[in-house]
């Protein structure tokens, strides 16, 4: 089974924070994504990863930064939190090349 | 811009009956396809992928792929309230250069009554 967490079901931060979301998987995967989920626009990709310290944008990076220093681990960074980051963030690897399974997710609350 | 269509429902059909979820695609080079079933407050669960033309089956879901249509299709038969949930649809190239992207849906919440 593919396995893949995430460091916190659940997080409240206050606008201007520096936040570190971070995702593990267990699998030695080469892709991993960050994706954000709000209500009526679905999930958009933020950031991936193809290899260690190699990563590409997505279709919403402003405001993001990622960090990719072992393989198992993608670290999302939100430089200085702001209330329009406030969001459900899903991490994601990439199984056969195609197949991309998801971490529990971090609903993340900026106040 | 790439663009993943579904109806956001709700679908509401009785328990035992077979749920019908529909997908278009606009993207004429997407090769992969793919069907997650989101819970509420849970993260999106791959339930079917298909690649080719035709229909895919896996227990009690069957999936169905129109690729000149450009539309996707996931039926579950002898729906059960444990199937309620929002079903997404996903696209995607396959690999063009690092990775694989997906195309995602806005999803079409299911709901199975008694």
């Known amino acids: 089974d593919v396995k893949v967490t995430q460091s916190s079901r659940y997080l409240v931060k206050r606008t201007g924070e520096k936040v570190f979301l971070e995702c593990v998987q267990d699998?030695?995967?080469?892709?991993m994504f960050w994706y954000r989920q709000d209500p009526g626009l679905g999930l958009r990709l933020i950031y991936f990863?193809?290899?260690?310290?190699?990563?590409e944008k997505g279709d919403i990076p402003e405001g993001y930064s990622v960090s990719r220093e072992k393989k198992e681990r993608f670290s999302l960074i939100l430089e200085s939190a702001s209330t329009n980051q406030t969001s459900m963030y899903l991490c994601?690897?990439?199984?056969?090349?195609?197949?991309?399974?998801f971490g529990p997710g971090t609903r993340l609350t900026v106040t | 811009q790439k663009e993943v269509e579904q109806n956001s429902g709700p679908l509401s059909v009785p328990e035992g009956a077979i749920a019908s979820l529909n997908c278009t695609y606009s993207?004429?080079?997407?090769?992969?396809f793919f069907w997650y079933r989101q819970y509420s407050g849970k993260s999106p669960e791959l339930i079917m992928s298909?690649?080719?033309?035709g229909d895919k089956e896996d227990g009690r879901f069957t999936a169905q792929l129109n690729k000149a249509s450009q539309y996707v299709s996931l039926l579950i038969r002898d729906s059960q309230p444990s199937d309620s949930a929002t079903y997404l649809c996903?696209?995607?190239?396959?690999?063009?250069?690092?990775?694989?992207?997906?195309?995602f849906g806005t999803g079409t919440r299911l709901q199975v009554t008694l």
């Open positions: 990863s193809y290899d260690v310290k190699m990563k």
């Open positions: 699998m030695d995967h080469e892709n």
């Open positions: 993207d004429r080079g997407s090769q992969s």
């Open positions: 996903a696209a995607g190239r396959g690999h063009t250069g690092t990775a694989s992207k997906l195309t």
């Open positions: 298909i690649y080719s033309n």
């Open positions: 994601a690897t990439e199984v056969d090349g195609y197949e991309q399974y």
